[in-house]
């Protein structure tokens, strides 16, 4: 394997001299089966065969006595290295940049696999407020999803509280007030509903649980939202085209992006349907596509077109990487891992400022609802339309109506009748 690499046989017999050369050849091979490039095993070689010295010097005999060195050896590095490295982001990404590879090689070596490893905040008032996660997931039942959205909201809050010098038990209407005036601008009618609920939701457990010494709950009044008031965030289709002709296919990232996009055009696809689309969910044979989990719990089927097909084929064949992970659309950088919803609305973005598309709130939802726009501009039944993009009710495909501007003209012009 580092033959592969290292030319010259002098630099190949200096590794393999190290003692950590076994768990060094097995994480660069590793590295190949991620689809990382050259350039990141001449990195972190070097810096691999350093750290095993180290920890060898220091007393480590295999890879969990080594564990305890990493550190030591990360202060050493900077000691040495980081010299030049004056703001303390710069030392930190320096710290991160040692610290990654000597932790993915010992993981891979003693577990077998290499897991990300992201700081994760503690839930928001998790120390002030004990419990209140447990009440959403197991009292209320909530799924993950909508306990993110409570801790996004919490977050903005827990924020407020700490610049104003202030804490739970000191809460009162006038500091909810002022939170609300300062975090809602900039948010759509239903968010702000959204946000009112999750701080009554909260307010009414902390007096519950005596945190609080009044219900400051009724303190929060959500906004009146009707259900009808805004329009559809859909475009037109011929920005649909300038979007779709600015996505360069010769690429690997173009002919994946170029698939997702379609798929979310021509289904009218929600970002994660699109990220959790796998292999096995695409029937060649009879020319299917399954999407399955959908929002209201249901799965549906649908015709492959020949478009789509083709495009997912191109980007299977010619860009997406060689792994056993059985998801359709892949990182395009390793290491390889499934694409993320996140992901699938950042390239829906990227391609609409590209094509110069203009609209509020762009992301995936904006072609989701330029699918319906175009079902229901085609005198679809609602009920049809809302079946096949996965509606639950009929009243949630209502508000395209209003933007069909033939049936608004004939209404308006009366259809001939005297008004």
Same mark, same amino acid.
């Given at each position: 394997?580092?033959?592969?690499?290292?030319?010259?046989?002098?630099?190949?017999?200096?590794?393999?001299? +190290?003692?950590?050369?076994?768990?060094?050849?097995?994480?660069?091979?590793?590295?190949?089966?991620?689809?990382?490039?050259?350039? +990141?095993? &001449?990195?972190?070689?070097?810096?691999?065969?350093? &750290?095993?010295?180290?920890?060898?010097?220091?007393?480590?005999?295999?890879?969990?006595?080594?564990?305890?060195?990493?550190?030591? &050896?990360?202060?050493?590095?900077?000691?040495?290295?980081?010299?030049?490295?004056?703001?303390?982001?710069?030392?930190?990404?320096?710290?991160?940049?040692?610290?990654?590879?000597?932790?993915?090689?010992?993981?891979?070596?003693?577990?077998?696999?290499?897991?990300?490893?992201?700081?994760?905040?503690?839930?928001?008032?998790?120390?002030?407020?004990?419990?209140?996660?447990?009440?959403?997931?197991?009292?209320?039942?909530?799924?993950?999803?909508?306990?993110?959205?409570?801790?996004?909201?919490?977050?903005?809050?827990?924020?407020?509280?700490?610049?104003?010098?202030?804490?739970?038990? *000191?809460? *009162?209407?006038?500091?909810?007030?002022?939170?609300?005036?300062?975090?809602?601008?900039?948010?759509?009618?239903?968010?702000?509903? /959204?946000?009112?609920?999750?701080?009554?939701?909260?307010?009414?457990?902390?007096?519950?649980?005596? &945190?609080? /010494?009044?219900?400051?709950?009724?303190?929060?009044?959500?906004?009146?939202?009707?259900?009808?008031?805004?329009?559809?965030?859909?475009?037109?289709?011929?920005?649909?085209?300038?979007?779709? +002709?600015?996505?360069?296919?010769?690429?690997?990232?173009?002919?994946?992006?170029?698939?997702?996009?379609?798929?979310?055009?021509?289904?009218?696809?929600?970002?994660?349907?699109?990220?959790?689309?796998?292999?096995? /969910?695409?029937?060649?044979?009879?020319?299917?596509? +399954?999407?399955?989990?959908?929002?209201?719990?249901?799965?549906?089927?649908?015709?492959?077109?020949?478009?789509?097909?083709?495009?997912?084929?191109?980007?299977?064949?010619?860009?997406?990487?060689?792994?056993?992970?059985?998801?359709?659309?892949?990182?395009?950088?390793?290491?390889?891992?499934?694409?993320?919803?996140?992901?699938?609305?950042?390239?829906?973005?990227?391609?609409?400022?590209?094509?110069?598309?203009?609209?509020?709130?762009?992301?995936?939802?904006?072609?989701?609802?330029?699918?319906?726009?175009?079902?229901?501009?085609?005198?679809? *039944?609602?009920?049809?339309?809302?079946?096949?993009?996965?509606?639950?009710?009929?009243?949630?495909?209502?508000?395209?109506?209003?933007? /069909?501007?033939?049936?608004?003209?004939?209404?308006?012009?009366?259809?001939?009748?005297?008004?």
């Amino acid at each position: 394997m580092l033959e592969r690499y290292y030319v010259k046989p002098v630099t190949v017999d200096r590794i393999r001299a +190290n003692v950590a050369v076994t768990y060094i050849e097995h994480y660069v091979a590793w590295m190949e089966a991620q689809g990382y490039s050259a350039r +990141n095993v &001449f990195k972190r070689v070097p810096i691999l065969c350093q &750290f095993g010295d180290f920890a060898s010097q220091h007393g480590a005999t295999d890879g969990w006595t080594a564990l305890e060195h990493v550190e030591p &050896f990360i202060l050493l590095w900077q000691s040495v290295h980081g010299t030049s490295c004056k703001p303390e982001e710069c030392r930190a990404r320096a710290a991160r940049d040692v610290r990654n590879p000597v932790r993915q090689m010992l993981e891979l070596a003693l577990y077998g696999s290499v897991e990300p490893h992201r700081t994760r905040k503690s839930f928001p008032f998790e120390a002030e407020v004990p419990g209140f996660a447990g009440y959403l997931r197991d009292e209320r039942g909530l799924k993950p999803a909508s306990i993110r959205q409570y801790v996004h909201y919490l977050n903005g809050l827990q924020t407020f509280i700490a610049r104003a010098h202030a804490s739970v038990a *000191s809460l *009162s209407p006038a500091l909810l007030a002022a939170f609300i005036v300062d975090y809602c601008p900039g948010l759509s009618r239903s968010s702000r509903r /959204d946000l009112c609920g999750t701080l009554h939701v909260f307010l009414r457990y902390c007096h519950r649980e005596r &945190f609080i /010494d009044r219900d400051l709950g009724m303190a929060v009044q959500a906004p009146q939202a009707y259900r009808l008031a805004d329009l559809p965030r859909a475009i037109t289709w011929d920005q649909i085209r300038q979007m779709l +002709n600015c996505v360069d296919r010769r690429s690997a990232v173009g002919r994946r992006d170029y698939a997702m996009l379609l798929l979310l055009v021509t289904y009218g696809l929600r970002a994660h349907e699109v990220a959790g689309l796998m292999l096995d /969910d695409i029937d060649w044979q009879h020319e299917r596509l +399954n999407v399955p989990q959908r929002k209201a719990g249901h799965w549906s089927a649908y015709p492959l077109a020949s478009v789509v097909g083709e495009a997912i084929i191109d980007y299977l064949k010619k860009g997406r990487q060689q792994s056993a992970d059985r998801h359709v659309f892949l990182r395009a950088m390793a290491p390889c891992r499934p694409i993320t919803n996140a992901a699938v609305c950042s390239a829906v973005v990227r391609y609409l400022h590209r094509a110069g598309v203009q609209v509020h709130r762009a992301g995936a939802h904006t072609l989701r609802h330029s699918c319906v726009q175009r079902l229901v501009d085609a005198e679809f *039944s609602l009920k049809t339309v809302g079946d096949y993009v996965g509606h639950r009710s009929t009243a949630s495909t209502k508000i395209y109506t209003k933007v /069909d501007l033939a049936a608004l003209r004939e209404v308006a012009m009366g259809n001939g009748e005297a008004l």
